[in-house]
């Protein structure tokens, strides 16, 4: 508990982009085949700094096997709301758990924030005994506490019960239970976020643990099994009160990026496949009349390529699918920016009219087909990834890796660690910074990264930017 | 001398209800977002005025009871004694119990009144006056004939307290709300913000204290 509210929070998205900018990225790193515990880099993003672009350290984790994927910080600037008592948070923990072995590690970031040590661990049985649920996924603080999305129930492959949503104290970090207490139709899981003085939550599915620990399997997508639709909850309540189903054929519905400004009732979620034709495609959710909507309102195509330089899995397709596995959108609400990890390239879209996205920057590195190497002249392994933004919205940084088991068919030459930078235009655009490539550790693959006083998909906001 | 007690604790009642209006975590922030999210200044002042009867409510009820029993005036002394010790125990309680209270997150946004009502429970706003509320009593105690008329004028003195406290509360939390929705801006909430957790708790274990003694 401090005297002051942490500097690091802000009342609205506006304060939150005009304060300083991020000094240090926390970056995850995990082993894809085990060999060595998974860990947190902490990369120096300070321009003045002469280790700038640098790893400044890695904390590695006393166990292996942990899969680390998303994490989250366990405040941010909704503490700033009087209705939860929580304005005194610090925000210093990173929740960080592992999706392959349920245990989570809350890793603390004082007092010296280039060199985190781990606080506290709790084991996978803790997480089952008090939630029923495992493989937990998306880490967000909010009004109960800490919430985890999971995407595994109970028994050894997950399926014994859904997947849902568990508590923890801000705390002690104890895990206190159940989040749901009804859950309506709502059987698969991945993301979730909301709109805290509107209290609703959004939630999203990827799949059941079966479908995607050992590998994608191509005949469940074929035939249209993995998660296509949204949920919408009465956060307060923790009740379900609607479902969309964005069609079957639209395959895999990820990130769920709301407006960060509390007035507007709106955000767009990713799909990653339309089995139909390959497509990705970006959708809009919004609420009126007390009712929720959503329509495709961006789509990206697949892009032919000779079967020769395809992995097996593609090689029947003869193309490309662009692949969204994830979404960002800037503290402005402006511009959406879209991982394309198949093809290989990072879309930004301005996102000033909800309902029509347009296209305004496009950055190519890696890609399947493509293999666009870095402007440093580095090869980049995979494709753009887990993407941060900046809270100014000036710069964007992301990684290549997807998932160990999916990174092998898809990219079947490795997914080497890379996380890269790109600056954005006054008016959008993208480009490349040669100059910043961190080098990691041998043999990890990067995934999520948070910024240092928060981020554009941490942050939620309780009064709008007037 | 009495005199210059009496206006003392009179003073008090209105110094605390500025503090409370003008303590975010009691609710200013909260009519400034009902401001901004909804019609303006028609429902920051809406919001507020749900604030200020829910606060004025919350101290009636824990006055009012004790107005009613002061009519024992053989007792007088040990329902003072008594009163003091509850609000010494809940101070001491505040300081030691430093975990949020997570019913509180189950209220809505939109329920501001019951959210009112529950923070200034919470924090103990009505015990923090009760000592002074006693002391006034006290006071005019010394003038009062039969216990009829002591009694209604308990009452009476619990009802000034508890709406001097509240117009004070109201109209310094209303103005920081309208200068901050109006033209400070919403920096303002983090900047005025300070953790008095430990402060609040010592204040309720000294007033408890000074209700001992004197």
């Known amino acids: ?82 209705l939860t008592d929580h304005a005194f948070l610090e925000r210093r923990y990173l929740i960080i758990p592992g999706l392959r072995s349920s245990r989570i590690y809350v890793v603390d970031t004082k ?27 998306t880490i967000h603080c909010g009004p109960e506490g800490i919430y985890v999305s999971t995407l595994g129930g109970g028994g050894p492959d997950g399926t014994d019960g859904p997947p849902g949503i568990f508590i923890m104290d801000c705390q002690t970090f104890d895990v206190i239970g159940r989040w749901e207490i009804d859950r309506g139709p709502q059987d698969k899981h991945y993301d979730f976020w909301w709109n805290l003085p509107r209290d609703y939550m959004v939630s999203s599915e990827w799949a059941l643990p079966p479908q995607f620990e050992g590998g994608i399997v191509p005949e469940q997508l074929l035939s249209n099994k993995y998660g296509h639709r949204l949920h919408f909850w009465d956060l307060r309540a923790r009740k379900h009160v609607q479902v969309i189903d964005l069609g079957e054929n639209h395959q895999m519905a990820l990130e769920v990026r709301p407006a960060h400004d509390p007035v507007k009732e709106y955000g767009f979620v990713g799909v990653v496949v339309d089995t ?63 991982s394309c990890w198949g093809t290989g390239e990072m879309r930004q879209y301005d996102v000033s009219d909800p309902m029509q996205p347009k296209l305004a920057g496009s950055v190519h590195v890696g890609g399947i087909a493509r293999k666009t190497p870095h402007p440093n002249g580095k090869a980049y392994a995979g494709g753009p990834q887990m993407v941060e933004i900046s809270r100014d919205g000036k710069r964007v940084y992301w990684t290549n890796s997807l998932y160990s088991t999916w990174d092998d068919q898809f990219y079947p030459g490795g997914v080497p660690s890379a996380m890269v930078k790109a600056d954005v235009g006054a008016t959008g655009g993208l480009t490349l910074d040669p100059t910043f490539w961190p ?26 930017s007037v | 001398m009495e005199g210059w007690a009496q206006a003392g604790l009179w003073l008090s009642v209105l110094l605390s209800g500025a503090y409370h209006g003008a303590s975010p975590g009691m609710g200013w922030p909260l009519a ?183």
């Open chain 1, 1 to 82: 508990m401090t005297i002051r509210p942490d500097p690091t929070f802000h009342a609205t998205p506006r304060l939150a982009m005009e304060a300083e900018p991020e000094k240090l990225a926390y970056t995850l790193l995990l082993s894809p085949d085990f060999s060595q515990p998974d860990a947190l880099a902490v990369v120096d993003l300070d321009p003045k700094s002469a280790t700038f672009g640098q790893v400044l350290s890695t904390l590695a984790m006393p166990h292996k096997g942990d899969e680390f994927h998303h994490f989250g910080w366990n405040a941010c600037s909704s503490s700033l709301s009087p």
């Open chain 1, 111 to 137: 007092p010296d924030p280039r060199h985190p040590t781990i606080h506290r661990v709790i084991e996978p049985e803790e997480v089952f005994r008090k939630t029923g649920y495992s493989r937990p996924h």
């Open chain 2, 32 to 214: 400034v977002s009902a401001g901004l999210m909804g019609r303006g200044r028609r429902d920051l002042l809406l919001g507020m005025g749900q604030l200020a009867v829910v606060h004025l409510a919350s101290i009636l009820l824990v006055l009012l009871p004790f107005a009613l029993i002061l009519w024992l005036v053989a007792y007088q002394d040990q329902i003072r004694t008594g009163a003091s010790l509850l609000v010494i125990l809940f101070g001491i309680y505040r300081l030691v119990e430093r975990r949020h209270p997570r019913r509180l997150a189950r209220i809505r946004p939109g329920q501001l009144v019951l959210w009112s009502f529950a923070i200034a429970l919470i924090h103990g706003a009505g015990l923090m006056i009760l000592p002074i509320y006693l002391g006034l009593c006290g006071a005019e105690a010394h003038h009062a004939g039969g216990s009829t008329q002591l009694v209604s004028g308990n009452i009476g003195t619990a009802i000034a307290v508890a709406v001097l406290h509240t117009l004070a509360m109201v109209t310094v939390g209303g103005g920081v709300a309208l200068a901050v929705h109006g033209w400070l801006g919403l920096g303002f909430v983090s900047r005025s913000w300070f953790n008095l957790e430990t402060f609040w708790a010592i204040s309720l274990i000294a007033v408890g204290l000074l209700g001992l003694v004197s």
């Open chain 1, 276 to 338: 139909t034709n390959l497509e990705g495609s970006i959708w809009t959710w919004w609420r009126e009349g007390g009712q929720f909507h959503c329509r495709k309102t961006a789509t990206i195509p697949p892009e032919p390529a000779d079967a020769a330089d395809l992995p097996p899995l593609l090689q029947g397709f003869g193309a490309v699918p662009p692949l969204i596995t994830d979404i960002d959108l800037s503290l402005d609400d402006r511009f959406l920016y879209v």
């Open chain 1, 439 to 464: 080098e990691f550790p041998q043999g990890y693959r990067a995934h999520q990264i948070r910024l240092e006083g928060g981020d554009c998909s941490t942050e939620s906001f309780c009064y709008p």
